[in-house]
């Protein structure tokens, strides 16, 4: 009987790895993975492709529509609308967003408004940077005006060259319980709403808060860009435009009313912040030149 050498067990692994020639079956190779700048080039490129030449950009809005409380708009260079949400037509008078393609919001809201959004849309498309969390003013749905939170976001072409702005507007209330930032300047804001026909001192404000007056000062400047002072000034002059656009009170009484001395300061104080005297204000709202 003849015996039959036994292979170290290495070499039969390597055998056996080893397709025999003539087989017909290759070994199997793992695809060779791009280098990572050569893959990130390729992957822009698709990216690029599907945006510019395959989706209609008014597509990606659609989910905006979706999202409770949020509205949107974009702009062009020159601030004229391109797109909006169909609730942002209905707040300022229109029936349907088509109406409103192309105009810019001195065609459609007063002097006051028109001017700052305006300010804001050439900032962020001079400076290329986001501007958000602007508290400011607009309309709720009840057509009233009411305190908003705005952001404003530049939009570029291919080349980088700002050519617009797409921004979201979120109701104040809605938007102050999803920033914790908001939290203890939301209290004050609350606050100041509710005794805006008293006499308010910023002491209590504070003490409402459970803050100090300095702390408080700091985060409102961070959070809506002005003092104390001056959003209790906005809040009551906000609040008199309310009543001397749905209530026939003389200029005197709603004076009286949110806290301000005499009818001299109180006319002072209007044309500061909306750019006319309460009188005039009044005039052109019924007369159809304001919403």
């Known amino acids: 009987m003849h015996k039959i050498a036994r292979l170290p067990d290495s070499k039969i692994m390597q055998n056996s790895a080893t397709p025999k020639s003539g087989s017909g079956t290759p070994p199997k190779r793992r695809p060779a993975r791009p280098t990572g700048l050569e893959s990130l080039k390729t992957r822009l490129a698709l990216r690029d492709v599907f945006f510019t030449g395959q989706v209609d950009a008014k597509q990606l809005l659609q989910a905006f529509d979706r ?43 007063p002097p006051d408004l028109a001017e700052k ?53 979120q ?17 004050a804001a609350d606050f100041i709403r509710d005794h805006l026909g008293e006499p308010i001192m910023l002491s209590a404000i504070a003490r409402h808060a459970g803050f100090s007056e300095r702390q408080l000062q700091r985060l409102f400047r961070q959070v809506f860009g002005m003092t104390m002072q001056q959003f209790i000034i906005r809040s009551r002059i906000q609040a008199a435009i309310h009543e001397l656009t749905r209530s026939k009170r003389s200029i005197v009484e709603i004076a009286m009313m949110f806290g301000f001395s005499d009818q001299s300061a109180f006319t002072n104080q209007f044309r500061q912040v909306t750019g006319m005297p309460p009188s005039s204000y009044r005039k052109r709202y019924f007369a159809g030149f304001t919403p």
């Open 67 to 109: 999202v409770p409380g949020l509205l949107y708009f974009v702009k062009d260079a020159q601030s004229r609308l391109m797109a909006m949400s169909r609730e942002v037509a209905l707040r300022v008078g229109f029936k349907n967003e088509e109406d409103m393609i192309g105009l810019t919001v001195h065609s459609y809201l």
């Open 117 to 169: 959004y305006i300010a804001d849309d050439q900032r962020v498309m001079r400076q290329g940077e986001p501007l958000c969390n602007i508290v400011e003013i607009w309309f709720n749905e009840q057509g009233v005006r009411d305190w908003i939170i705005t952001d404003k976001y530049p939009l570029r072409d291919l080349s980088g060259k700002v050519v617009g702005l797409i921004g979201t507007i």
């Open 171 to 187: 109701p104040f209330e809605a938007r102050r319980k999803m920033l914790a930032s908001l939290g203890p300047v939301g209290k």
